[in-house]
């Protein structure tokens, strides 16, 4: 395991060579100021250059936060928001609301909304008040310590606690579809076969090896290993459910694509407003949740190459992707996107800054997140 320290120099020379500037420059940067000011500073130039308004977002690992790596006063004073993740702790969310986060992703939205609501009612300054009024309460690919990550019950659940953001991961199919889901394959520990035969590791589906309708028709990512608050019941998720009947989605577990969560989304808007909910007391509250939440999502790919050490920054070692190139990624995501009119509802976060910088350059108005962490960066890392 790498030191925090180890760590936060490892994301400033990624950082630093995505922007193509020297292995010496780089050390030298690293030495003068904080890591993660140069990369938030090299991040706006970029973007500013494309025409964007809006500074990106530093998104780093909590523990980095604690460690005292990240200058979340600095970053205020210059302008950039600080996101960071993943906990669901109940100390740990209140600690990083007090060193002054501006979000928190989150397994478990609804413990940090009581949190967020408890820290404001015993708020005294005015521009920590003002903080936690706005404060961004992002659900970690949807709920997952309370339903299955990054599937249709998961949302459900985000959208019923009237949370701000939508956190969540995408890829690429076969057929260029952009698929929701954490891994570049399909995780066993997550995911079953639908037809019963087993599915292990040793032989994983990859996202791009597999179309978008073979991915529904064949898996169901029901598995509740996270956390035992997770629950699958489909009762518990009517919306998903008539959703996952009225579009022929083979189960509410079945994985999706981007455009089928956006569609989701309107769906529960009528759902609420004129179908089946419509007489629930949480009508109105949940129309509205549908009609402002907003998405986070991430560019599930690597770098490429990575600094061998931190003592030999020269030195590059190659990664393995099994997916398709930046480019693609954006192409299909912009798409996406496009088509289903929700550019002003997304935004865009990866440990890959390639991806970020081609955001930034064709859809300059749409917000990025750089996520920092160079044990994340790895094949099989989590978030």
């Excluded at 996101?83 to 939205?109: M, Q, V």
């Excluded at 991430?298 to 190659?318: C, F, G, M, N, S």
Aim: hydrophobic share 35%; charged share 25%.
């Amino acid at each position: 395991m790498k030191t925090k320290s180890t760590v936060i120099v490892f994301t400033a020379i990624l950082c630093l060579a995505s922007y193509r500037a020297s292995a010496q420059d780089a050390v030298t940067g690293i030495q003068n100021e904080n890591p993660s000011l140069v990369l938030m500073r090299r991040a706006w130039q970029s973007a500013s250059s494309h025409g964007a308004k809006q500074r990106p977002v530093l998104s780093p690992d909590k523990d980095d936060v604690f460690a005292g790596a990240v200058p979340i006063d600095e970053l205020h004073r210059e302008g950039f928001l600080v996101l960071p993740g993943t906990t669901s702790d109940d100390k740990e969310l209140r600690a990083l609301i007090h060193a002054g986060a501006d979000g928190i992703i989150t397994d478990r939205p609804d413990v940090l909304q009581r949190i967020v609501s408890e820290e404001l009612a015993v708020a005294t300054d005015e521009v920590a008040k003002a903080r936690l009024r706005r404060f961004d309460v992002q659900g970690h690919r949807g709920a997952r310590g309370l339903r299955p990550e990054n599937t249709l019950p998961a949302y459900e659940e985000a959208l019923d606690l009237g949370i701000t953001t939508i956190e969540l991961d995408t890829g690429v199919t076969a057929d260029k579809h952009s698929s929701i889901w954490h891994d570049q394959f399909l995780n066993p520990r997550s995911c079953r076969r639908a037809d019963g035969r087993p599915y292990t590791k040793e032989n994983p589906v990859y996202f791009a090896d597999i179309t978008m309708a073979d991915l529904q028709n064949n898996f169901i990512c029901d598995k509740t290993y996270f956390s035992p608050d997770q629950q699958n019941d489909h009762a518990l998720s009517p919306v998903a459910s008539a959703f996952a009947h009225a579009s022929g989605i083979p189960d509410p577990y079945s994985p999706v694509s981007l455009s089928q969560l956006f569609k989701f989304v309107r769906f529960y808007e009528v759902y609420y407003r004129s179908g089946q909910g419509k007489s629930d007391p949480r009508a109105a509250a949940r129309m509205e949740s549908a009609a402002r939440i907003r998405f986070n999502i991430e560019t599930k790919l690597i770098p490429d190459y990575l600094p061998a050490d931190t003592q030999h920054a020269h030195e590059r070692v190659r990664t393995a992707n099994h997916t398709f190139a930046p480019e693609v990624f954006v192409e299909s995501l912009l798409k996406t996107i496009e088509e289903n009119q929700m550019k002003t509802r997304c935004e865009i976060e990866s440990f890959d800054f390639r991806t970020l910088q081609l955001i930034e350059a064709r859809s300059p108005e749409m917000p990025t997140y750089y996520l920092t962490g160079n044990h994340k960066l790895f094949p099989g890392g989590t978030r």
